[in-house]
């Protein structure tokens, strides 16, 4: 593996009070773990994996993966599994461009969508794999998205337009066929060379084959293929009602398909067929099934759960894409499969990883290779190769080397009730030391998204805080991924409820005795930056500090924001549809946003957010930090005032993730100052 090139990026932050701090000197050059007697440096915990989403090609010979190139730019390498002795191919794309995600066309052939943090700029590449991962690009200037690769011409991938290339040819929302077998970096005709905009457009229109009917005035939310990689299925959204549409000569046909009820997960085995999630049925988790789109009617059950709908991913075979398997997000990880001779696999891989999650799934047409992921709360994932019939295991890429399994933290697993009785999952990280005799101060971190989830696994960010003397808990509040059968449908935006719960799962963890009741703070970024402010200005008594970081406070205000972009975003309808108009509920928007209830703080609270945001992200923490000062809430406040986007930069957010603990230390005291 070539050294990466060390480039240090660090956020220029305000600090209110003036407070000077040493940002940490960054290091990825580094893969060995510090001595176990020094502190576990911060960037350790949040360094990007050296080995990122692997994906083999069909025929099993060759694996690829996303690698970082720098602090914050990344590459692909491409291993030859015949042969892993073999040097690597790398690709790196020139222009600063990283590589955001791939998709194998054929064995040999590479889809690469790119994007450039220094010019906002996007592209699409082709890459081969017999050319030492020689490149080209087939779509400039437009983000695009992977729909179907058709089996009849896997050279002709079809694509979702998600910017616009070009008028007419390739609009936004538009699904394209391109044609990759065009290189057009050979050519010399002045009209397809150069930077303009022009010449970008006669490039991209000489890649594109095909075009599929657009939707008309409907938003499309997204398309899908079928079993033989043919555009076959569009999701669009339109006041807020989600809708599924069925393509059939060439004519776009809507499904009388209830997605209130039913969520589409991916392509069935036959023309217009589905597998989905639903219907829903009262007080029972929804089963994975099939359903025939056209008709809207529901067929044979793939896999029921007693206690989670499905929520994972679906593990076809590689040629014929015949489902084999899931993977299921339950308390922990598992791994179901719908044959003896899978089961029998699992069973002996596990057998050699005790303690740890191992997911297979097979890396050739022939079953003999199987590519594994292990890891487990303590070990960041390793990859592995498993040849069956010579009974060897060969290890491909350990993905976090620097992080030392011994110095890790176990992450455990509890239950806590909600005001209705349901029971809901959370996961703690204990600090060393931690005991009813001696109570550690806790960390309530819910995740960023309101339909997200976390599981038991290797956390970095709890791992971070942990390290640093804090307990840490991560609820599965209502609407995490997997629960909705214990709700109504309209719970997914009972915001209000979901901070219920989190104040649910904190006065649980307390019972423990393990955490001292006067030492909690709750953190949180996006969403959970929300529930971070709704838990200190609904629970004052609660918690000793907050920490928000780029979050919504007033809904209604959010609302109003988004009434500007409801053409091009479905954020607005759903919550109108959901919520209604902020004056016909006026009380419900004030009642849900913490904005509105900062009178009520009697707390410090950390407001963090990205000036290069968008704009009603930046909005919603200036006027947060208004209503504090107007109240006299004590308060910090951190910008990221980098180049765009600013806490995507990893020096960044290195910085700010040593600032929030500062600000905690500050206010919860060290970690062995409990209270007696």
Not at 48 to 77: C, S, Y
Not at 498 to 510: E, K, Q, S, W, Y
Request: glycine share 8%.
């Amino acid at each position: 593996m070539p050294r990466v090139t060390l480039r240090t990026i660090l956020a220029t932050v305000m600090f209110a009070g003036g407070v000077c701090f040493a940002a940490e000197k960054i290091d990825l050059s580094r893969v060995a773990p510090v001595s176990a007697d020094q502190p576990i440096p911060t960037q350790d915990f949040l360094r990007p994996a050296l080995f990122q989403r692997p994906e083999p090609n069909d025929g099993g010979t060759h694996l690829a993966a996303l690698v970082p190139l720098a602090a914050d730019k990344t590459g692909l390498i491409v291993i030859d599994l015949r042969n892993l002795e073999a040097k690597p191919m790398l690709l790196s794309l020139s222009h600063e461009y990283s590589v955001d995600t791939f998709d194998w066309l054929t064995d040999d052939r590479l889809l690469c969508h790119a994007s450039s943090r220094e010019s906002g700029d996007v592209g699409t590449f082709v890459a081969h794999v017999s050319r030492g991962l020689g490149n080209y690009p087939v779509i400039e200037g437009a983000g695009t998205s992977l729909v179907g690769v058709p089996d009849a011409r896997k050279e002709r991938p079809q694509l979702m337009v998600r910017w616009d290339i070009a008028e007419g040819h390739g609009r936004k929302g538009h699904v394209i066929e391109v044609n990759t077998d065009v290189d057009l970096s050979v050519k010399q005709d002045t009209e397809l060379t150069g930077n303009s905009s022009q010449a970008r457009r006669n490039r991209n229109d000489l890649h594109i084959a095909a075009t599929f009917p657009d939707l008309g005035s409907l938003f499309e939310t997204g398309f899908l293929s079928d079993k033989a990689g043919e555009l076959a299925f569009a999701l669009t959204m339109d006041d807020g009602v989600a809708k599924v549409h069925h393509l059939v000569s060439d004519k776009w046909k809507e499904c009388p398909i209830d997605l209130d009820s039913t969520e589409i997960v991916s392509y069935g085995d036959k023309p217009g067929e589905l597998i989905v999630l639903g219907p829903r049925q009262p007080g029972k988790p929804r089963a994975l099934r099939y359903m025939d789109a056209p008709s809207g009617t529901s067929g044979d059950v793939i896999w029921e759960d007693p206690g989670y709908e499905f929520n994972g991913w679906l593990i076809r075979d590689p040629r014929t894409h015949q489902l084999l398997g899931l993977g299921l997000a339950r308390t922990g990880p598992v791994t179901v499969w719908f044959s003896e001779q899978y089961r029998s696999v699992q069973k002996f891989l596990e057998g050699n990883f005790p303690g740890k999650v191992v997911r297979p799934w097979p890396a050739d047409p022939t079953g003999s290779n199987i590519f594994l992921e292990v890891y487990s709360d303590r070990q960041p994932s390793i990859f592995y190769l498993a040849n069956l019939e010579k009974k060897t295991l060969s290890v491909i890429k350990n993905s976090a080397p620097w992080i030392d399994p011994q110095r890790m933290l176990p992450m455990s697993a509890m239950k806590f009730r909600t005001a209705e009785g349901a029971k809901l999952d959370a996961y703690v990280t204990l600090p060393v030391g931690a005991s009813k005799e001696k109570p550690v101060p806790l960390i309530v971190l819910p995740h960023a998204s309101p339909w997200g989830r976390d599981t038991l696994g290797f956390d970095g960010e709890a791992q971070f805080f942990a390290s640093r003397g804090f307990a840490v808990l991560q609820p599965n509040y209502r609407g995490s991924a997997g629960t909705d059968w214990m709700f109504p449908y309209e719970d997914r935006w009972a915001f209000r409820k979901m901070h219920d719960d989190v104040t649910a799962a904190t006065r649980t963890v307390l019972k423990t005795g393990l955490i001292d009741p006067d030492r909690v703070a709750i953190v949180g970024w996006r969403f959970g930056g929300y529930l971070a402010m709704a838990g200190v200005a609904f629970e004052p008594s609660l918690y000793r500090c907050a920490a928000t970081v780029s979050g919504t406070f007033d809904w209604a205000e959010r609302l109003e924001e988004l009434r500007i972009t409801r053409f091009d975003d479905p954020e607005y309808g759903q919550l109108t549809r959901w919520l209604g108009s902020t004056k016909e509920q006026a009380e419900r928007y004030a009642a849900m946003s913490p904005a509105r209830h900062v009178g009520q703080v009697r707390v410090p609270v950390l407001v963090a957010y990205d000036k290069d945001d968008r704009p009603l992200v930046v909005n919603e923490s200036r006027r947060l930090i208004d209503a504090l000062k107007k109240y006299d809430v004590p308060h910090t406040v951190i910008t990221a005032t980098g180049e765009n986007p600013g806490w995507g930069h990893f020096g960044e957010q290195v910085e700010l993730y040593d600032r929030i603990a500062a600000f905690l230390h500050k206010h919860l005291g060290p970690a062995d100052s409990a209270a007696k």
